[in-house]
């Protein structure tokens, strides 16, 4: 079992920056891919943002350019440094973890998931 425990979350106004972290605890892998989704009310989720255990990542077109995500493995956990947000980026936001390192931006490729956090902006 792998618990991951969102934070970070909050309210902003248009063109402002949030970090969203994640920790990770119980039995990790050495081979994984972390990931972050998006869940707006009345859509679909959506996966925004991934980085695999060789740190190679992956973003949603929409938020290239403007989110970055990292890991500290010395800490178990994972980040997503959101700048110049937009009204669109309104959402719950959810850490994700694969056992499958190629795949987990799908959601039915995802083994583990924590409970969200809010992230809301303002026109």
């Known amino acids: 079992q792998v618990q991951l425990v969102e934070s970070g979350g909050g309210s902003v106004q248009a063109g402002g920056s949030l970090r969203l972290s994640c920790a990770a605890s119980?039995?990790?892998?050495?081979?994984?891919?972390m990931s972050w989704f998006r869940q707006a009310p009345g859509k679909e989720r959506e996966g925004v943002a991934r980085?695999?255990?060789?740190?190679?990542?992956g973003y949603l077109d929409s938020v290239k350019g403007r989110f970055t995500i990292s890991q500290d493995n010395a800490k178990n956990t994972l980040y997503l440094q959101m700048n110049s947000l937009k009204p669109e980026d309104t959402a719950s936001y959810y850490c994700?973890?694969?056992?499958?390192?190629?795949?987990?931006?799908?959601?039915?490729?995802?083994?583990?998931w924590g409970r969200g956090t809010l992230v809301t902006i303002s026109s």
């Open positions: 980085i695999d255990s060789d740190g190679n990542t």
């Open positions: 994700a973890y694969s056992k499958n390192k190629q795949v987990c931006l799908t959601p039915r490729f995802i083994n583990y």
């Open positions: 119980g039995n990790t892998y050495s081979n994984y891919c």
